[in-house]
């Protein structure tokens, strides 16, 4: 049996990886890039809803639906999209989620949201920290890997960037991607690293990994001291990808 060098299969390894990072970053770089083009077009949506008016309803809300569907046609892998509104944004005193679900045929569904804080499935999105974040912050924000909010068990990740009316920011436009789903972006990627490699958030969540030292939604824990960790560039997010040597090469 022949074994590669540890020096040589090292600088393969970081190779591989800062290749890897670069693909990745395309690939949310162009899905970031879309979400703000999504949520300049929902501000636009929404103002000419509003109209004279000083305030949002609920019913201007519904005007945001071809934004979504336009993005959710352009990216196959999202599995929903909106926007989310804060508390004092709205007559009604709680905010809104208007989100729109992938249909059949290139149609979608909207989702509701149970957003009555009395409700024992009470949504309560103002402490999630892809809301929180962004409307503090400004900034684009990623949240996850999380179960789902309908409990099908299913992993998501929540990507979201501020949305503004009329220069005052006042939520979020975002969208909801299956774990699963972005495999089949990720997972050919990391697949060429030679190590245990993954795609992790920035609170050392596994999002997609490519061995089962990496499992979808555990913290990456402890890793051998040849491990290699690099910032996945693009969009700010905090996204990393880690690769350890399998011991056994050496």
Excluded at 106 to 125: A, E, K, M
Aim: glycine content about 10%; charged content about 20%.
């Amino acid at each position: 049996m022949l074994f590669t060098p540890w020096g040589q299969l090292m600088n393969e390894i970081r190779g591989s990886l800062d290749d890897a990072r670069h693909a990745i970053g395309d690939w949310f770089s162009s899905l970031y890039g879309d979400l703000h083009s999504m949520a300049s077009a929902c501000e636009g949506a929404l103002r000419d809803s509003r109209g004279t008016k000083a305030g949002l309803t609920e019913r201007n809300l519904r005007a945001i639906q071809p934004a979504a569907a336009t993005f959710l046609r352009r990216h196959e892998i999202p599995a929903a999209a909106g926007i989310v509104l804060g508390p004092e944004m709205l007559e009604n005193d709680v905010g809104a989620v208007e989100w729109w679900r992938r249909g059949e045929l290139g149609s979608t569904q909207r989702i509701v949201f149970n957003l009555s804080p009395d409700d024992p499935g009470f949504y309560d999105f103002a402490t999630y920290e892809w809301f929180a974040e962004v409307v503090s912050t400004g900034n684009p924000a990623i949240q996850g890997p999380y179960l789902d909010y309908a409990g099908m068990d299913k992993y998501i990740l929540t990507s979201m960037v501020p949305l503004s009316l009329d220069g005052v920011l006042i939520g979020t436009a975002g969208c909801d991607t299956e774990v699963r789903e972005l495999e089949s972006i990720v997972m050919p990627i990391v697949r060429k690293i030679p190590a245990d490699a993954a795609l992790v958030s920035k609170f050392d969540r596994i999002i997609v990994g490519n061995s089962g030292r990496f499992l979808v939604g555990n913290r990456v824990g402890s890793l051998p001291q040849d491990s290699i960790r690099l910032d996945v560039p693009g969009p700010a997010l905090g996204l990393q990808l880690v690769a350890a040597p399998r011991t056994l090469l050496r």
